[in-house]
């Protein structure tokens, strides 16, 4: 694993959404380029959200022509384990936002289990369902796993002080009582998040910067601040905006 994660600093919010699109369409466009279907793993939140959006921009220029958006795999992070049509998922704001935008393969999107879903309201065959889709269905490791960092530097929904920060034998674990609503969630864990070439740390706002300072910080104890742990094989980036690099 790269043993020293790199800072990219952006003005704004957007400039930093657009700098992630492009270098998306990018990796794609490599993997495919060697014969392989890229795995991307997305996660939630507004910066997301803009990111998104900028995936679609960048789609629809001329040197993305050659990107075969129906041959990616789209995994989560983690999810919200609610109805399916319920706002706070992360699949459904992904899909508003870009899937539905972008000519993808239905089947090629993995989104995790909602509450209504085929496996009823229990979140933990839920969970485990999900692990078991990453293993039939992954190719082994991401091309990138995405994670955006709380204020009090959680990760996908992996939480400070939370017991499934220790779970090194499962893909997915169900998370109770999250500090921040809703209580009832879906996570890859740590070894699940750094199967991956790269991950990508996509922060903005202010009020991540201790957060980030704490995560980028030598040593620093992930029981107290998980987004200090995640590594990709090739490479860790974090992308951050001015707000977010503030204490960096």
């Known amino acids: 694993m790269d043993p020293e994660p790199q800072t990219l600093h952006h003005p704004d919010p957007d400039e930093l959404a657009s700098s992630v699109a492009s270098r998306l369409v990018e990796v794609v ?14 996660t939630g939140g507004s910066i997301a959200d803009r990111i998104h959006r900028a995936v679609v921009a960048a789609a629809d220029a001329a040197d993305a022509a050659d990107v075969a958006w129906g041959d990616v795999d789209w995994w989560y992070g983690d999810e919200r384990f609610v109805a399916a049509d ?15 935008h972008l000519p993808v ?8 289990p909602s509450a209504d879903g085929a496996f009823g309201n229990d979140l ?17 490791e991401f091309d990138v796993v995405m994670l955006g960092v709380g204020p009090d530097g959680h990760v996908a929904s992996l939480f400070p ?8 034998d499962t893909i997915a674990v169900a998370v109770r009582d999250s500090p921040k609503p809703p209580p009832r969630r879906i996570s890859l864990t740590f070894p699940a998040l750094e199967s991956t070439r790269e ?11 201790d957060a980030v300072r704490r995560a980028l910080t030598p040593g620093a104890d992930v029981h107290e601040v998980p987004a200090g742990r995640p590594r ?3 490479q860790t980036l974090w992308f951050l905006d001015q707000a977010a690099a503030g204490q960096a």
Do not use: C
């Open 29 to 42: 466009r490599a993997a495919q380029a060697q014969g392989r279907t890229p795995g991307i793993v997305l």
């Open 86 to 100: 319920d706002t706070d998922r992360n699949a459904l704001q992904s899909r508003i936002a870009m899937l539905d």
């Open 105 to 112: 393969d239905p089947s090629r999107v993995h989104e995790m």
């Open 124 to 140: 933990e065959v839920a969970a485990a369902a999900y692990g078991q889709e990453v293993r039939s269905h992954g190719a082994g």
């Open 161 to 168: 002080g939370f017991p499934e920060l220790d779970v090194e």
């Open 199 to 209: 991950v990508w740390f996509v922060v903005a706002g202010a009020d991540k910067a």
């Open 232 to 234: 990709g094989r090739q």
